[in-house]
């Protein structure tokens, strides 16, 4: 079993920044990667960023490369999400995810467990 618990959402005005975090716990493998989500009203449920917990790699949607960046920090077993220059596009509920898988890890059904979620509200 693992747990995965968001925190760190908010409203900003656009152009803000916002740092999300994603504190992992339980049964978790360096193979593992951790994804984090984005679903806004009436759309599907969109990969936005990925790192490989134990290499580090990292996986950037199109939205996300050069405003966000995904980081681990192992001594808190959390993978933390720096949001800049946010957009009121950006607005959605942000789900952390985690996968073991090496292939599919942009589609939402390759994720095993899931936190709960944090709302992301970006104001014009």
């Known amino acids: 079993q693992v747990q995965l618990v968001e925190s760190g959402g908010g409203l900003v005005l656009a152009g803000g920044s916002l740092r999300l975090s994603c504190a992992v716990s339980?049964?978790?493998?360096?193979?593992?990667?951790v994804g984090w989500f984005r679903q806004a009203p009436g759309k599907n449920r969109e990969f936005v960023v990925g790192?490989?917990?134990?290499?580090?790699?990292?996986w950037y949607s199109d939205s996300a490369k050069g405003r966000f960046t995904i980081a681990r920090d192992n001594a808190k077993n959390a993978v933390n999400l720096q949001m800049s220059s946010l957009r009121p596009e950006d607005t959605a509920i942000y789900y952390c995810?985690?996968?073991?898988?090496?292939?599919?890890?942009?589609?939402?059904?390759?994720?095993?467990?899931w936190g709960q979620g944090t709302q992301v509200t970006v104001s014009s």
């Open positions: 995810a985690i996968a073991s898988a090496d292939n599919g890890l942009e589609y939402p059904e390759t994720y095993a467990y």
């Open positions: 790192v490989r917990l134990g290499s580090g790699a990292t």
């Open positions: 339980g049964q978790i493998f360096s193979k593992d990667f």
